[in-house]
Nanobody, 128 residues
Framework: QVQLVESGGGSVQAGGSLRLSCAVY????????MGWFRQAPGKEREGVAS????????YYADSVKGRFTISQDMAKNTLYLQMNSLEPEDTAIYYC?????????????????????WGQGTQVTVAS
């Protein structure tokens, strides 16, 4: 059974930085692609960033381009999200997700339905 465990959330002032981590357990090989999503109160879950695990190719939502960076450490089976220049609008629960299926193309990389496995989420709060 695949298990994703996020860590690194917390509270920060606007303009600050946080790095989220997501450890992958329970599978003999790496996911095809992984992603970070977030969900603010009263809003739908939205895709933030995605990475193809073989190539390291990243894909970002417009709202975070230039501020967030997705990366991975294959040896540690860990996914990261470096978040800089944080804004109050970034406040949400952040989830990591993994897929072992065929690679999703373009905007499907940020679609909830493209992923089979999800972490429990970690809270990020950005104060103004």
């Amino acid at each position: 059974q695949v298990q994703l465990v996020e860590s690194g959330g917390g509270s920060v002032q606007a303009g600050g930085s946080l790095r989220l981590s997501c450890a992958v357990y329970g599978h003999t090989y790496s996911p095809s692609f992984m992603g970070w999503f977030r969900q603010a109160p009263g809003k739908e879950r939205e895709g933030v960033a995605s990475i193809y695990t073989d190539s390291g190719s990243g894909y970002y939502a417009d709202s975070v381009k230039g501020r967030f960076t997705i990366s991975q450490d294959m040896a540690k089976n860990t996914l990261y999200l470096q978040m800089n220049s944080l804004e109050p609008e970034d406040t949400a629960i952040y989830y990591c997700a993994a897929s072992y299926g065929p690679l999703a193309l373009a905007s499907r990389r940020l679609a909830v339905g493209s992923y089979e496995y999800w972490g429990q989420g970690t809270q990020v709060t950005v104060a103004s």
